[in-house]
């Protein structure tokens, strides 16, 4: 069947490259096959039993040794498979000019913007300075590098406290240091960490107080330009985005229009062709603030979908093909969609890892699941959090509310912990269900970490307070049994029953379920994890404190360290985490290396007592 045309006739490619995994490539691999043509997946190990894989219509394993960021690999493959275009989804080499570059060169279609419109908007420092180039107003800050604790300190006394220094090479809530007071400047490893990787740092006032709202926006060759929707991103832990949706709801007079019109202009001021998402900060104030532009698909790409009734992805292939942009639908009703991560809400959404025992993903009207998992696989510190996108849709906001709690009671995930209790919690909360005293949005990017999270935290502890003196360690699982002709669930501590629990992937009379839809078993698995490394009692181990890989170990055998001395940077999930020295001391044996994976309470490094080494000197 051919594939369909644009105003402007515009033949999208018939076969497609998709240079990424999971729900991403799935999604795209839907696109394409919906306008009849063929879909070229490269796989590693690890993906080859995946539904990306499997729905492909073709599917090659990359090289061995190669993962989704060899560029060479992936544009190798192109080329001996007849791809026509690349479509990169989003993260791995999705912002990558370099490899953009190298497409074009190849002859085939690059499904992004140019690459340079992606140096252009392609970091924190470029994006700023095209910012305001283009008269779009950022976060007050200093847009040249930042190398020196003395800098900070004069725009903090000159501007106030808390501040930001960003990595320009980050993202997602990566290389983001938020610096309270003047010892924290002067205490920081962020210089330190920036320059050994070879990053940039810039220096930006930390708004404490906003609201994070963003445009979907379209761009074609000839310059025609649609904002498809607006979006709120809010509800986000360590800049990472949990639930979002669309439009923006309770925006304050004329601020619509003025998102659109400075959207407008950072892509015109580029040249940018493709889809885009201009990032805004809206203050308590009503000031409006440009973050950055993402070129690229979004995650949250969804609810734009399926407020405006388009598909982004075929918009994609459409302009890079050089066709001309359709008519944009008004965004009708409302859509949100819920981020289901491996992480574990009572704990401050520390990672979850393991085998997924059990999948139910719930279903009916308003609902849409983009997923990239099944049942039985294994989930690892490697990759992303997330499991899955649930988008609910319905004809007005509090309708889309109802349907999600709806859809969160049908959802069933075990053998990991998923993140399910903390969008339930929030979806029965006044602050984030309706409008302020004031008809705005009462939230804001920090409400999950200074509220949600820590009465997440006090309800799990106070469900597990031990009737006596003495802690109960048992875990508990809930059991699916019928009393009087009803069926009722059932909570108990392993091994009442007989056993210790109930089977792993196993399915029999009683099987555990549970209403959070995340199996207590695996929970308090979690937590013991999380206490094995948290509570350590002895000084002279330092333990990794999650599952995590080894980015970089910041000491070597034989140095003096004091408290609070950064020892270890482990990256869990693509988030970075660091690990301080809880005493002073000196480094002895360092069992672990750069770049393998720990487990939690996994031994990190050795310390000595500090007089130990005055007595070697």
Known sequence: ??????????????????????????????????????????YTPEDLMSPAAELADEAYALPQGSSYTDGEAILALAVSTGAEAIHPGYGFLAEDDAFAQAVIDAGLIWVG?????????????????????????????ITDSVTSASVVLAFAHAHGYPVALKRTDGGGGRGITV??????????????????????????????????????????????????????CTLQRRNQKLLEEAPAPFLPAGLHERLVEDSRRLLDSVGYVGVATCEFLLTSQDELYFLEVNPRLQVEHCVSEEVAGVDLV??????????????????????????????????????????????????????????????????????????????????SRDQAICRARRALAETVVEGVTVCTALHEHVLRREEFTGPDAAGRLGVTTRWIETDVLDRLREHDDASEAPA?????????????????????????????????????????????????????????????????????????VIAAPMQAV??????????????????????????ENYVHSPVDGVVGEIPIGAGCTVSAGQTLIHLRPGHEQDEED
């Not at 639908?329 to 997924?356: F, N, V």
Request: one cysteine or more.
């Open 468 to 540: 006596g003196p003495v802690h109960n360690p048992r875990t508990r699982s809930t059991y699916v049994i019928e009393l009087n002709g009803r069926r009722v669930q059932l909570t108990v501590p392993d091994g009442v029953l007989g056993g210790h629990g109930p089977r792993m992937g196993g399915r029999y009379p009683g099987a555990p379920t549970s209403r959070s839809q995340q199996p207590l078993r695996s929970r308090s698995a979690s937590r013991a994890a999380h206490r094995a490394a948290s509570e350590v009692e002895d000084p002279s």
């Open 314 to 395: 075929d918009l994609q292939l459409l302009v890079a093909a050089g066709g001309d942009l359709p008519p944009v639908p008004e965004p009708r009703g409302h859509s949100l969609e819920l981020r289901i991560t491996c992480e574990d809400a009572t704990q401050g959404l520390a990672p979850s890892t393991g085998t997924i025992t059990r999948l139910r993903w719930p279903a009916g009207p308003g609902i849409r699941i983009d997923s990239g998992v099944t049942q039985g696989d294994v989930i690892t510190p490697v990759f992303d959090p997330m499991l899955a996108k649930i988008v609910v849709t319905g004809a």
């Open 1 to 42: 069947m051919p594939m369909a045309s644009g105003p402007a006739e515009a033949r999208r490619p018939q076969r497609v490259l998709i240079a990424n995994r999971g729900e991403i490539a799935l999604r795209i691999v839907r696109t394409v096959r919906d306008l009849g043509g063929t879909s070229i997946l490269p």
């Open 113 to 141: 913007p140019s690459p340079s419109a992606m140096r252009a908007l392609g970091d924190k420092m470029t994006a700023r300075a095209t910012a305001e180039r283009a008269g779009v107003a950022p976060v007050p800050g």
């Open 179 to 232: 610096l309270a007071n003047d010892d924290e400047v002067r205490a920081t490893p962020a210089f330190e960490a920036a320059a050994s990787g070879g990053a940039t740092l810039i220096l930006e006032r930390f708004i404490t107080a906003a609201r994070h709202v963003e445009t979907q926006c379209v761009r074609d060759a000839r310059g025609a330009f649609a904002v498809v929707s607006t979006r709120d």
């Open 550 to 575: 080894v980015t970089r170990i910041c000491v070597e055998p034989g140095q003096r360290v004091h408290a609070g001395d950064l020892m270890v940077v482990l990256e869990s999930m693509k988030m």
